[in-house]
């Protein structure tokens, strides 16, 4: 089973509108921590956002702000006032506490978003 | 602040060429450091890591090999390419001891295509 699922490939937002990013995902462990990096067409991974498993509130950053339901397993990204420059592939990650020394990161498919002018 | 440089930033390499990739981190000491590949319009994958000189951990078998001749040098062999090579490296950097939260910064990458 896939532990990160990104189920939107490409979505479309009106500068200065706001846009929500949808990430769930998959872990038995109580432990975990998602991230949000956002990679324009350079090429760079630029982290945007970190949330804990354990975290009571939802984090924000600037114009991001993460939508973390627990329950459901969801960690959707939300750009709020979306810029042109906001366009770029957006990946959904997953660090679970079991990962232990590998130090792995579990990437989604991403998520293409064009914002138009 | 840190820095992470990577290169070459493009590189075009016939099948059965030897591969180099170099990566540096300026501004912290002691960084975790990561080896990941993206094919084109994939996620990462990760390679390798290295949480000190001449520790190297493998993730996925393949042809690759990785080095750590100093604490902020990671580089990235091969001695013969193979064309399911091509792809996006990208290096990366973290501190910390293994936490959940311990978030990893990109370099700019390498694009490599193997022909």
């Known amino acids: 089973a896939q532990k990160i699922t990104q189920t939107q490939p490409g979505m479309f937002v009106q500068e200065k509108e706001a846009v929500t990013l949808d990430c769930t995902y998959d872990?038995?462990?109580?432990?975990?921590?998602l991230f949000w990096y956002k990679q324009p067409s350079s090429g760079e991974m630029i982290f945007l956002i970190y949330?804990?498993?354990?975290?009571?509130q939802n984090a924000t950053e600037g114009r991001y702000s993460l939508n973390f339901q627990k329950a459901r397993k969801s960690a959707n990204l939300v750009i709020s006032a979306s810029q042109l420059g906001d366009s770029a592939m957006y990946f959904c990650?997953?660090?679970?506490?079991?990962?232990?020394?590998?130090?792995?990161?579990?990437f989604g498919s991403g998520t293409q978003l064009t914002v138009l002018p | 602040s840190q820095t992470i440089h990577q290169w070459p930033a493009t590189l075009v390499q016939p099948v059965g060429s030897p591969l180099s990739l170099e990566c540096t981190v300026e501004?912290?000491?002691?960084?975790?450091l990561y080896w990941y590949r993206q094919a084109a319009g994939r996620g990462l994958q990760l390679l390798f890591y290295?949480?000190?000189?001449?520790?190297i951990s493998s993730e996925v078998p393949q042809n690759l090999s990785a080095s750590r001749p100093q604490d902020r040098q990671f580089i990235l062999s091969s001695k013969k390419l193979l064309l399911s090579d091509s792809g996006f490296y990208l290096c990366?950097?973290?501190?910390?001891?293994?936490?959940?939260?311990?978030?990893?910064?990109f370099g700019p990458g390498t694009r490599l295509l193997v022909l």
């Open positions: 990366a950097w973290s501190v910390g001891h293994g936490g959940v939260g311990e978030t990893q910064y």
């Open positions: 872990t038995s462990d109580p432990s975990y921590g």
């Open positions: 949330q804990g498993s354990y975290d009571q």
């Open positions: 990650a997953m660090r679970e506490r079991t990962s232990g020394s590998a130090r792995q990161l579990t």
């Open positions: 501004g912290t000491s002691n960084p975790n």
């Open positions: 290295s949480v000190g000189i001449g520790q």
